[in-house]
């Protein structure tokens, strides 16, 4: 069968309004789409009922509003069509009313302390840019989330926000310098997900995994990744059978994922879906992420999203591409053959390098999480500090704009190579190391981790970024009708751009030692985790990106706070309760088992060398146990602490120090016991399993 064939079947998409609704009804969605109009109760009711038919012919029996809470997941509840006419009669309905607002009960969802039982009502609006679509017999309409009183309680609505921001700002600076006229801009977000595979069966025998998706303790295996034969290599038979049955349904919801292929570490994978408007492209990967897990357990495998399941190999990400089109498709960050008189692309470009330099800490916080910690700052995904790539051509280019240089001719020619994408200059136009790298007509940053919902980074780009071009239109604006000066201004614009912020372009190796001495030279921040930007952002003036543009008030950035503070209270609780459990269930029973193995042999024999091992593990098992007393009473006290702020510090300093410490131990001892006492499938068990 032909791929377009069931492509988008299971979606209720443009071209299906088109199609099924009355003429009239579907310029009028498409007017309420473009935020210009509000959709009317008649229109809302045919296009309900335009839904309603299409999803029952496509075995649909329930619709549900569908939404991403604050913890940045999904949810939904089912609501059957059926319903009973007066006469006593069953009826399949769907109303416009029904389609455009639902009430869930909002009292079991995170809220930040912003919604009290009492008041729990919340309210589900439709979001009439994303496609609705159907999974197994349920109809799901993408909506927003708010409490009774209008607080946000989801990433869609900000993002939409944050999105509708950017485009009036960005289209007024475009229409300065463009005889085409845009209406509007859009944020257009292509993402990269990577994931590991594991064996089921070698996954059902590890709580650390089934709790955590990360082992907490694993010795190395003889074979990581040293030998770098993974990449782009041979997919393995059941990964590929998995892949197609992952493409059927992604395709048929109309999903263009596009690359498949072998990551770096043992089990590792990606998927890369074509980029799209900025929502759906979100709304496309946390279908993704839900698909790649069920199609997994199909396959007798487990998808882990962690960004960290193994120590020692590569963890896993989610490279967020970013660029602002107009509706009539100019992309903003495209750098034509002669981007020094290209005034749209320099000053969205100067606008990225401000908001990266301005905004470090909040970028980190937007893409981190317990979980991403494990994974930042490695000698592998971008380190800790954020920086900016441009390539070195463009580099040179914004330099000379800095230093008042005349910028020569002759390096223009080299451009070309940009705009035939596919033809890199030099080497270093593809840098791996850095959070945002410019990789051609686009800024792809690479900070996020693999679990993580991309909303909150989408967000933050696009609000900063709406603030800081709002700074640059209020400059431009008076010279509207003067291009000579207006032109001036763009150059002067940049010029301070690059005098106050250029310090986060660098384009050599983000990796080295040499870069981290550099980065603390210019200043830059380095957090060490997602505790310590979370804490620092408290000192961040937010007013002006986040308050002054509606996107979020005081008190939803409290409570986002609050929120995450409890993220990393209960990810570093669950750590340690795990690994208390693995203690005393797997890991010292291992060890006890094999004492007694060698004390047999001992009976018989004298050796030496097996008495030295028999009490290096004996050692071992007496400090694991003292470890694990210590653990628990730390764990104890942990639970009690009231405040906050102190809860999340004692779990990610204290807490979080100790469990490292016993995966010390346990690794340590795990290669002297023999394979029949092992009561944990071993790193080597289970990079060999697929
Ligand atoms: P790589 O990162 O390996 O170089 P690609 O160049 O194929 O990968 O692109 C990676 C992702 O970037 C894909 O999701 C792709 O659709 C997306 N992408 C390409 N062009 C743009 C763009 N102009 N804006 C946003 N995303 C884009
Ligand atoms: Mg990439």
Redo the contacts with the bound molecule.
């Keep these: 069968m032909k791929t377009t064939e069931n492509f988008g079947v299971k979606v209720f998409n443009k071209e299906k309004m088109k199609e099924k609704l009355p003429y009239p009804i579907y310029l009028k969605w498409k007017d309420a789409q473009r935020v210009e109009k509000d959709l009317d109760k008649e229109s809302a009711d045919a296009i309900a009922h335009a839904m309603k038919d299409w999803a029952i012919a496509n075995g649909a029996t329930h619709f549900a509003h569908w939404f991403q809470p604050l913890n940045g997941h999904t949810a939904k509840k089912y609501v059957a069509f059926l319903d009973r006419t007066v006469d006593g009669d069953p009826i399949e309905r769907f109303s416009g009313k029904e389609l455009i607002k639902g009430e869930p009960d909002a009292s079991s969802f995170p809220s930040g302390g912003m919604r009290s039982t009492f008041e729990a009502r919340g309210y589900t609006y439709w979001d009439l840019t994303a496609n609705s679509f159907i999974i197994g017999n349920v109809l799901y309409i993408p909506t927003i989330f708010m409490s009774y009183y209008g607080e946000k309680l989801d990433k869609r609505g900000p993002l939409l926000d944050s999105c509708n921001i950017l485009s009036d700002v960005g289209r007024d600076i475009v229409n300065l310098f463009s005889d085409t006229h845009a209406y509007r801009m859009r944020v257009?977000?292509?993402?990269?997900q990577e994931f590991f595979l594991v064996d089921k069966k070698l996954y059902d025998k590890r709580s650390d995994l089934i709790n955590i998706g990360r082992t907490l303790v694993g010795a190395p295996s003889p074979k990581g990744q040293e030998f770098e034969d993974r990449y782009f290599g041979q997919i393995p038979k059941r990964v590929e059978e998995f892949y197609k049955d992952v493409d059927k349904r992604l395709w048929e919801l109309g999903i263009y994922s596009?690359?498949e292929h072998n990551e770096n570490a043992p089990l590792q994978f990606e998927l890369?879906?074509?980029?799209e408007n900025a929502n759906v492209a979100i709304d496309d990967n946390l279908l993704c992420m839900n698909i790649l897990k069920e199609e997994a357990l199909k396959h007798g495998m487990v998808c882990l999203l962690h960004e960290k399941p193994f120590d020692g190999v590569n963890g896993s990400g989610k490279?967020n591409?970013?660029?602002i089109t107009t509706n009539y498709g100019l992309?903003c960050?495209e750098p034509g053959e002669d981007p020094y008189n290209n005034n749209v692309f320099l000053l969205f470009t100067a606008a990225i390098i401000k908001v990266c330099h301005k905004y470090q800490t909040l970028l980190r916080l937007c893409s981190s999480s317990p979980s991403n910690d494990y994974r930042l700052g490695g000698l592998e995904a971008p380190p800790a500090i954020i920086s900016v790539f441009l390539g070195s051509d463009l580099e040179d280019l914004f330099n000379a704009i800095r230093d008042d240089e005349e910028y020569s001719n002759d390096s223009k020619s080299k451009f070309r190579a940009y705009s035939l994408k596919d033809i890199p200059l030099d080497t270093s136009d593809r840098n791996r190391t850095s959070a945002m790298s410019f990789?051609g007509?686009?800024f792809?940053f690479r900070m996020l981790g693999s679990s993580k919902n991309a909303s909150d980074i989408n967000i933050c780009l696009n609000t900063a970024m709406a603030e800081v071009l709002g700074e640059m239109k209020d400059i431009l604006m008076p010279y509207k009708d003067d291009k000579i000066n207006l032109r001036k201004k763009v150059l002067e614009i940049v010029k301070d751009v690059m005098k106050k912020h250029g310090d986060i372009v660098y384009s050599g190796d983000n990796y080295s030692k040499e870069w981290k001495e550099e980065a603390i030279k210019r200043g830059l921040k380095n957090h060490k985790n997602y505790l310590e930007a979370l804490l620092d952002a408290k000192n961040l003036d937010l007013k002006k990106i986040f308050i002054d543009s509606n996107i979020f008030t005081s008190n939803e950035l409290r409570a986002l706070y609050e929120i995450s503070c409890k993220e990393i209270i209960n990810y570093n609780l669950l750590e340690v309760k795990t690994l208390l459990s693995m203690l005393t269930k797997d890991i010292c029973q291992s060890l006890q088992s094999e004492l007694r193995d060698i004390e047999e042999i001992l009976k018989f024999t004298e050796n030496k060398e097996l008495k030295k091992i028999y009490d290096t593990i004996n050692n071992c098992l007496s400090d694991l146990y003292n470890k694990y007393f210590d653990l628990k009473l730390s764990y104890e006290h942990a639970v009690k602490i009231e405040n906050l702020e102190d809860k999340a510090k004692f779990t990610q300093n204290d807490l979080h120090e100790k469990v490292l410490d016993i995966r010390e131990v346990s690794d340590k001892v795990e290669v002297l016991i023999s394979r029949k006492n092992l009561n944990l499938p071993t790193y080597e068990d289970m990079f060999n399993s697929l």
């Design positions: 257009k977000v292509g993402l990269e596009k690359t890369a879906s074509i980029f490279h591409n970013y660029s992309n960050f990789t007509n686009k792809e």
